[in-house]
């Protein structure tokens, strides 16, 4: 049977901010809270210091926050004009570029369970064509 002592486990720090050449690793279609159709993603970073470190992300399709998805996309290789649906799976292997914040840590103001500060990515800019898939549309 396994044992563990915490004491000798290090908490996972968020990475520095910064831009990261990143994969996506993981890309799973869902429902937000509010109904609204998204794709969980988690990207990879590629290389440097924290090459294999995952920083989670969130597509949620809503009339708001379309310019972000937009951007993404186009950054991931998807043609401006693009037109369709969106396959979460299909963005398996997709590089890019991503920008990295950090999410200050936060308090539930109903449970009162404390959450560290956390990763979030800023933005996603595209590494280069020939490095990027590229989907006609």
């Given at each position: 049977m396994p044992t563990i002592d915490f004491s000798e486990v290090k908490d996972l720090e968020p990475i520095p901010n910064g831009s990261y050449d990143a994969e996506i690793v993981f890309a799973q279609e869902g429902v937000s809270k509010n109904d609204n159709p998204k794709i969980d993603l988690r990207?990879?970073?590629?290389?440097?210091?924290?090459?294999?470190?995952?920083?989670?992300?969130?597509?949620t399709f809503t009339q708001n926050s379309m310019y972000?998805?937009?951007?993404?996309?186009?950054?991931?290789?998807?043609?401006?004009?693009?037109?369709?649906?969106?396959?979460?799976?299909?963005?398996?292997?997709?590089?890019?570029?991503?920008?990295?914040?950090?999410?200050?840590?936060?308090?539930?103001?109903?449970?009162?369970?404390?959450?560290?500060?956390?990763?979030?990515?800023?933005?996603?800019?595209a590494l280069g064509t020939a490095s990027v898939k590229t989907l006609l549309g």
């Open positions: 990207w990879k970073v590629l290389a440097g210091e924290f090459a294999g470190r995952q920083v989670f992300d969130t597509l972000r998805v937009k951007n993404t996309l186009k950054a991931l290789g998807f043609a401006p004009a693009f037109k369709g649906e969106v396959v979460g799976g299909d963005l398996i292997g997709m590089q890019a570029t991503i920008v990295v914040s950090t999410d200050p840590g936060s308090t539930d103001p109903v449970s009162g369970e404390e959450y560290s500060p956390r990763n979030k990515v800023s933005k996603v800019k």
